[in-house]
């Protein structure tokens, strides 16, 4: 190959020191971000993106309401911070429009939205830090930022990246191996597996793909154990806190009948 | 071939996310064990979004769930609550969800022929028709062309208010009421706001604090603390005047009421940080420790004071 890093070396590592099938270290913080609804900070490796979601509530414009479902408002915003080489990127950025526009449509069909029409539903990405799999990460930290409001959805949706190195697929890849690699992002519902959203911008060989897919797939099933670790950890930290001060409650009342 | 995660080294410690890390190989589902152990001790317990819980054969669909080839399935994060045989999820964080009867406190957003749209964090504005209000000079007139043109003298944009959820529209918003002596335009105070779920249904919403703070927890979460005014000076039914319900000026406050204020609020902001719930008894016990803490009103908001004001009120128990 002509690149000039070793994308898989011949003890089959890559050049972060993964295997072929070995995802990044993945963190997940629920805490509330300021005065959002729901927000969640998600970590892929270095790629670091900021969730926050807002609604449902009554729309910005009349215009924009639908009769009988919620509107989901996705914007996308890069820090000009979060890459290598600094660098400021508008908001009508096409690349930028594209992402929002694609976690969108993946949203639409899983966020029950016909409970709430006449609504809408703000979901506000920031990128904080960008090393491969932007893409992956911004759905993942959607899902959780969704849930984390209370906002009913049928399922989880996770996303992976995959990548084909001349015939070893490889999982979750960094910018580097971006670069080099033909890439599709998955994003897959692990409860009855359906898939969300499969996106390519490269080519790839139709006999790798089916491969790929079915990794990224089983992938997204582990990245699920997690994000659903972190989901139940939240709310039990939060039923805990609630539960706590219920004896207080029933002594208070007690003291009041007296 | 397995999937695992890598030991990347991680700098960040986050305390939201108390989780261990997956060990490497670990096959099954670490978390499907929750049908006994994991048990909250009021019986409830948490669960997530595409959770089969049961079979829609022997149980009805509430809130919260979805039906799904014969299965009950949760769509949002929260605690199950089972009644006879219908199961609903209750989301341990949402928007306001209202009920008719319900107290809350609300912002006006906008004016429209003959209503107002008022914001009560709910999932779209809530509706005050000009015939719900009390209109100045005496509680039965009838509303006149002359009341329509001169709405914003009632409510205008940004003025809050306190109602009660009359009923709801085909859509869902809902709509509120001001008629009742108690209810209308508020001033002498400030507005703090709290995770609707922590404000639990009271035998009164209007809690008159021993330090001279009255406080009306809406159920909407939005939390007024004022000024303590005495029922004597409310006005009665014979005395009910333009001037001072839908009064936009505020009354003289010491010093001591506004510090008061102040360390009402930062104390419903600590209890809402931390998640626990509102009752008049825990708020005054709350102002009675900071108080013989001797400390500034905003040495309140640093998190070590916050964490032992919490400690203490739960240990009290």
């Known amino acids: 190959m002509g690149s000039r890093v070793e994308i898989l070396n011949e003890g089959g590592y890559r050049s972060d020191g993964r295997r072929q099938f070995e995802l990044r270290d993945i963190t997940i913080n629920l805490a509330q971000q300021g005065q959002a609804d729901g927000s969640a900070i998600i970590t892929h490796g270095l790629t670091q993106v900021l969730v926050s979601v807002f609604g449902p509530r009554e729309g910005k414009l009349r215009s924009q309401a639908i009769h009988d479902r919620a509107n989901i408002n996705v914007e996308v915003n890069v820090a000009a911070f979060s890459t290598g080489e600094r660098r400021r990127r508008g908001r009508g950025d096409k690349r930028i429009l594209e992402i929002g526009a694609t976690i969108k449509s993946t949203f639409e069909p899983v966020v029950q939205t016909a409970l709430y029409p006449r609504t809408q539903i703000d979901v506000y990405v920031t990128v904080l830090q960008q090393d491969g799999g932007l893409l992956q990460a911004c759905i993942n930290g959607t899902t959780l930022a969704l849930i984390n409001a209370g906002i009913p959805m049928l399922d989880f949706v996770c996303a992976v990246t995959g990548g084909v190195h001349s015939t070893s697929p490889m999982l979750d890849l960094t910018t580097l191996e971006e670069n080099d690699v033909p890439h599709v992002t998955v994003a897959m519902m692990p409860k009855t597996g359906k898939v969300a959203l499969v996106t390519m911008e490269t080519r790839l060989h139709v006999d790798r793909f089916e491969e790929i897919f079915r990794l990224a797939g089983e992938a997204g099933k582990v990245l699920h154990r997690e994000m659903k670790g972190a989901v139940m950890g939240r709310t039990s930290t939060l039923v805990n806190a609630m539960g706590s001060q219920q004896s207080v409650d029933k002594d208070g009342d007690e003291q009041m009948m007296e | ?300 908001l640093t998190e070590d004071f916050g964490d032992a004001l919490v400690t203490s009120l739960v240990s009290r128990s």
Request: with cysteine; aromatic share 8%; hydrophobic share 35%.
């Open chain 2, 1 to 300: 071939m397995t999937i695992s995660f890598s030991s990347f080294p991680t700098t960040n410690d986050y305390s939201g996310y108390n989780q261990p890390h997956h060990p490497h190989n670990v096959s099954e589902d670490v978390y499907m064990d929750l049908d006994e152990g994991h048990n909250q001790p009021d019986g409830s317990r948490p669960t997530w979004p595409g959770e089969v819980l049961t079979s829609s054969q022997d149980y009805m669909r509430g809130h919260g769930t979805y039906v799904d080839d014969e299965e009950v399935i949760a769509s949002v994060a929260g605690t199950i609550e089972r009644v006879n045989k219908l199961v609903t999820v209750r989301a341990i964080r949402s928007r306001y969800n209202a009920e008719v009867g319900d107290l809350v406190v609300g912002r006006i957003t906008e004016v429209q022929p003959r209503r107002w749209k008022v914001d009560a964090n709910g999932r779209q504005d809530a509706v005050l028709m000009l015939s719900s209000v009390n209109l100045p000079g005496g509680v039965q007139r009838r509303k006149l062309e002359s009341d329509e043109l001169q709405m914003r003298n009632f409510f205008e944009e940004g003025d809050l208010l306190v109602a009660e959820v009359q009923g709801f529209f085909s859509d869902g918003a809902m709509s509120l009421h001001t008629r009742s002596l108690r209810y209308g335009k508020l001033r002498n105070g400030q507005l703090v706001t709290a995770p609707p779920i922590l404000v639990r249904r009271l035998k009164t919403h209007f809690i008159v604090l021993p330090c001279g703070v009255d406080l009306i927890l809406g159920l909407n979460g939005y939390i007024w603390v004022s000024k303590h005014v005495k029922a004597s000076e409310q006005e009665g039914e014979e005395g009910f005047d333009a001037e001072g319900v839908y009064s936009n000026v505020n009354d003289d406050i010491d010093e001591t009421t506004r510090t008061a204020i102040s360390r009402v609020s930062n104390i419903v902001r600590i209890l809402a940080s931390h998640f626990v719930p509102l009752t008049d008894t825990l708020l005054t016990e709350a102002y009675d420790w900071t108080v013989d803490q001797e400390s500034g009103v905003k040495n309140l």
